[in-house]
């Protein structure tokens, strides 16, 4: 995915086809467009999404974002908006502002914008007038992401990845996730050990319960190997589809997969045996570093890491905080949340001062290393 500026001329047909499919090209030229910086983002050299935007002072306003039907619903726009609150920032623009069509006020609601007036017609179209602050970027919020790892529909834990060393912890998954909605979690991770294992997606439905019957947002993973797999997943319920090994075993599919879902939807996993990566069930290591790995796919777009110290995983030793720090030194700009090896709060602490945007906690939650209680008063 690649933004960049183009001309007014360049915006025309897919902001006509889009928007406006009967008119000429002349009549979806607006006034003024001469006077404002137009982008596009383009996925492998086609221009799938346009925007203009035009700015006054300390006030912004946008027009026009269009985005290719066949593109649509795969998080450009998002990227398009991301990318013109940045342009304002960089402008000293403190409001961002638009005429948004009813019909994506959601889109933009999601964002963060207000709507601040009635509705109103244009050409018939009914619009609200809609606004958002940029006085200073958003802090960075930590995340707490408890993790329920599933065999046989059971919530369970195992240590360093051995089904060998297995403890069930609830016969209802259920139960656990909605106890942790009830702390105040906003977050699960889920992973299909048997899924995993197989290479198949098994344990579907516990997602589809939990996806249904929470608020929870649900990233999902264990056996998604085929197109297939993540249509079911998405299907059932998941937010985020969380993806390991198939990233690094046929990365030509998972920046497909990135292309077509969206970054936004998408959660790289990434295992470590020192710094290299592992694969298969940690069984393989490969002589891939994890810092080119993580170079690369966020050149193409991804947004969500998290990685797995394996020799941290399920031994309550503490996280591998100067692993992670020196990630976040090397790779410029990665959301990375940790995983493996916390053992209480105050390695939850040390993780969020390191720079980290979450953590996904298993086993200190399970055996009572961290309570409930206390993960009421961290959220």
Not at 31 to 42: K, S, V
Not at 66 to 83: D, R, S
Not at 123 to 146: C, E, G, H, W
Not at 268 to 280: C, H, P, S, T
Request: hydrophobic share 45%; net charge neutral; proline share 3%.
């Amino acid at each position: 995915m690649e933004i960049k500026q183009i001309t007014t001329d360049e915006t025309l047909r897919l902001r006509r086809d889009v928007m406006y499919p009967h008119w000429s090209l002349d009549q979806v030229k607006m006034p003024h467009d001469a006077e404002g910086l137009h982008y596009g983002l383009f996925m492998e050299g086609e221009m799938v999404s346009v925007v203009s935007l035009f700015i006054s002072g300390s006030s912004a306003q946008f027009r026009k974002l269009a985005t290719a039907a066949h593109h649509q619903g795969k998080g450009f726009g998002k990227a398009l908006m991301q990318h013109l609150t940045d342009v304002c920032r960089q402008h000293g623009v403190a409001t961002l502002w638009c005429n948004a069509r009813a019909s994506a006020e959601t889109f933009y609601l999601r964002l963060g914008f207000k709507r601040i007036s009635e509705l109103f017609y244009k050409d018939n179209i009914p619009f609200y007038k809609m606004d958002i602050s940029l006085d200073a970027p958003p802090a960075q919020r930590f995340t707490i992401i408890p993790a329920i790892d599933i065999i046989g529909g059971k919530c369970v834990r195992l240590t360093q990845g051995d089904y060998a060393q297995k403890t069930v912890y609830n016969e209802q998954p259920l139960e656990v996730a909605k106890e942790f909605e009830d702390a105040g979690v906003k977050r699960l991770h889920l992973v299909d050990l048997d899924g995993a294992k197989a290479g198949a997606l098994v344990n579907w439905k516990v997602l589809e319960a939990i996806a249904g019957k929470t608020s929870l947002v649900v990233d999902f993973g264990g056996g998604i190997k085929k197109d297939a797999d993540l249509r079911i997943v998405f299907e059932s319920g998941a937010a985020l589809a969380t993806i390991g090994s198939m990233a690094v075993k046929e990365p030509a599919r998972f920046f497909r997969w990135l292309a077509t879902y969206g970054a936004d939807r998408i959660f790289l996993g990434a295992d470590v045996k020192g710094e290299q990566l592992a694969v298969g069930g940690w069984l393989e290591t490969t002589d891939t570093s994890i810092y080119d790995f993580l170079r690369t796919n966020l050149e193409k777009g991804v947004k969500e890491v998290f990685c797995t110290d394996i020799a941290k995983d399920g031994l309550l030793q503490g996280p591998s905080t100067e692993l992670y720090k020196k990630i976040i030194a090397a790779v410029p700009g990665i959301q990375l949340t940790a995983s493996g090896g916390v053992s209480n709060m105050a390695d939850v602490e040390e993780l969020q001062q390191a720079g980290l945007a979450g953590v996904i906690i298993g086993k200190a939650i399970y055996e009572g290393k961290i309570t409930m209680a206390e993960l009421k008063k961290f959220l």
